[in-house]
């Protein structure tokens, strides 16, 4: 029993050996047949010596080129391989790919926002292979940042066809059809995009944008205030989400909108300005002049011809240091109402006044009857208070006078805080019309609480 196991053992023995034998036979073979590659640093010395004899060698050309973009050195690879694809195009070079010349110029350019010249690499490189994904894409991405959006949709497509997937193509088409101001069609690629990517916060922003103006303000206002608080996109998000809300006569939270994105530490400077000056129109719009002014100086100290910042200035810093002329412009139609009757009661020196009737006009004046006695004389008053600040013209005038005869008032008294045309003031010569502006109608508002206090004042 030994010796027959003993003799097999010796056999798998000698079969092992002869076995392993052969196996590096071969492979002594296989790498004698594959020539091993030389080292960058080889590669780089040989092209050089081929470059003394021959600047324009295209091997070598293509060496320094394919190093560098091994090495991502952006600005010698495009150099190497756009005078490489100078020649090409002219005489084609055995063992050469002209399409990875041509790409790579292009790419190498792009990384180095070298734009026309990227252009012209993914061009050529394209005129070679249409139907390459990369180069596609590239080429859409190319033409977006040309502002050439239709072109950019165009190329994308044609990428797609080979990824459809893709989000970076989904990315730039959605973005493409917003800048065409197509937000539905641009909704469609960026939710795709946001499905596949979804820390693209610029993409989100852009969704949010296009919610926006499709008139969709729910799903806006959910998107931006999902991205108030990002480092990033907070402070745009901030902005237009309080647009929303003061397009929605939702001031306050306007107002924390704004002064939640005013508190991220970095904003960009258009970003910035926008939101000083919506919170300041907010604030006045809530008649909360005192918190507007401080907010529309710094506009006017940093940018002193943005918008109408300097008028907004010069016509509230007046009105915030009159009470009544700001509630005579801007307060509610009941509490410019209830000045109106102040003025009324006290315009004449001890008066005797009952005011008999009061309407009002879409909130752009205010019509009041009063029966006035004085110890010299009796009559049926009418007044009617403007609330504008511009011109008013003939046809108001006449209009007023037109509603005294109506009522058959004695006289009318008609107050503005703007000024009267002349046609205004001609027709009203031969009529019993006082015609009050501004400069006269402040005296009255500045004096009404006192006259009030005082039993009634002229």
Known sequence: MILPILIAVIILAVVAVIFLMFLGRNK???????????????????????????????????????????EESWDKAMKSFETLSYIISRTPV???????????????????????????????????????????????ALEFERKNYEKAIQMLQKARIQNPESPAV????????????KPKEAMNYIRKAIDIAPDDKESLYTLGECYYEANQTDQALRIFSHLRPDPAMGPSACLISGVIHTETRHHDLAIQDFEMGLKHLEIKPDVLVELRYNLATTYIKLNEIGKALPILRVLQAENPSYKDVLVLIGKYRELNANKNLQI???????DFVALCRKVVMNYFAKAKVKITNISVHKNEWTDILAEVSTPKWSDLIMFRF??????????????????????????????????????????TEARLID????????????NVDNAAADGGKA
């Open 28 to 70: 002594n073979k296989r790498m004698a047949g594959v020539k091993r590659p030389k080292n960058n640093d080889a590669r780089l010395r040989e092209a050089n010596k081929r470059l003394e004899q021959n600047p324009l060698d295209p091997h070598a050309l293509y060496i320094l080129g394919d190093i560098a973009f091994q």
């Open 94 to 140: 055995p063992d050469i790919d002209n399409f990875d010349v041509f790409y790579r110029f292009g790419f190498s350019a792009s990384q180095l926002n070298m734009v026309d010249q990227a252009f012209r690499g993914f061009t050529m490189a394209r005129s070679i292979r249409q139907d390459s994904f990369d180069v596609n894409y590239n080429l859409g």
């Open 170 to 181: 989904l990315r730039y088409m959605g973005h493409a059809f917003f800048r065409l101001k």
């Open 328 to 334: 005579f412009l801007m307060a509610s139609s009941a």
């Open 386 to 427: 403007i609330r504008t600040q511009g011109s008013i013209g003939e046809l108001i005038v006449r209009d007023f006078h037109s509603h005294l005869k109506e009522v058959k008032a004695g006289k009318g008294v008609c107050m503005t805080v703007g000024i009267f045309t002349e046609e205004a003031k001609r027709y």
């Open 435 to 446: 015609l009050i502006e501004k400069e006269r109608l402040i005296v009255i508002l500045n």
